[in-house]
């Protein structure tokens, strides 16, 4: 497996805290992508970064900011949560030194909104 | 704007059988194609990849995808099931001639095969 981690890796919250979920990755690869996973919407793309400081917006973008001050880390911060933000939160990679294109996904953070 | 669809929710087949999980996707660009699969409670799984080149490829576990540029289709294949292929497939694109990053999925088909 890729080095991608996340923490924590379970997390119930309630309505209106804030929340950061971490990526951490050991691959020194360039790119960076927030996606979440819903029944019968499969995974959507939240925000993915091409670089330390450069993030740009997904499919699924509000309410969420990110953020990645070194190429090892990108943090995802639900400001205050709701409850329709319930789900499974995976964090990928992809741009190694030889770019093979595929992304490496982490294992996934499960949040529940209460 | 890219787009992936996966048309069937669900795949049921027996093992030995044959199967196909279907996936069309549309991008204005060159297309960079992808399958993954998701075990229970795991993160996504790379299988293979079309990016240039033959357009039937091969890739982990006996798979293989066939791509069909005229009906913008990706469709993965196994010429013989096995129960342990039992898992949750999803397809992938992104547009290789924009200068884009983004990759975007499918809805995700749940392969189910029956002993």
């Given amino acids: 497996d890729a080095g991608i981690t996340q923490s924590p890796r379970h997390k119930v919250t309630e309505t209106g805290t804030p929340v950061t979920l971490r990526c951490h990755q050991t691959e020194n690869h360039r790119y960076m992508y927030w996606y979440r996973q819903d029944p019968g919407h499969g995974l959507r793309l939240i925000h993915y970064s091409y670089g330390v400081k450069d993030t740009d917006k997904g499919e699924v973008s509000d309410g969420y900011s990110v953020s990645r001050s070194k190429t090892e880390d990108f943090l995802l911060t639900l400001e205050s949560a709701t409850s329709s933000q319930t789900s499974v939160y995976f964090c990928a990679i992809s741009g190694g030194l030889a770019d093979t294109y595929e992304q490496y996904f982490g294992p996934g953070t499960r949040l529940t909104v209460t | ?115």
């Avoid at chain 2, 009906?71 to 342990?84: D, G, I, R, Y």
């Fill in chain 2, 1 to 115: 704007a890219q787009s992936v669809a996966q048309p069937e929710d669900q795949v049921n087949v027996a093992e030995g059988n044959p199967l196909t999980v279907k996936c069309t996707y549309s991008v204005s660009g060159n297309p960079y194609l992808f399958w993954y699969v998701q075990y229970p409670n795991r993160g996504l799984q790379f299988l293979l990849k079309y990016i240039t080149g033959d357009n039937l490829v091969k890739g982990s576990y006996g798979f293989e995808a066939e791509f069909n540029k005229s009906q913008t289709s990706f469709h993965l294949k196994k010429p013989s099931a096995l129960v342990s292929d039992s898992a949750l497939y999803f397809c992938a694109v992104r547009d290789g001639g924009s200068g884009t990053y983004k990759y975007i999925f499918g809805t995700g088909t749940r392969l189910k095969v029956l002993a």
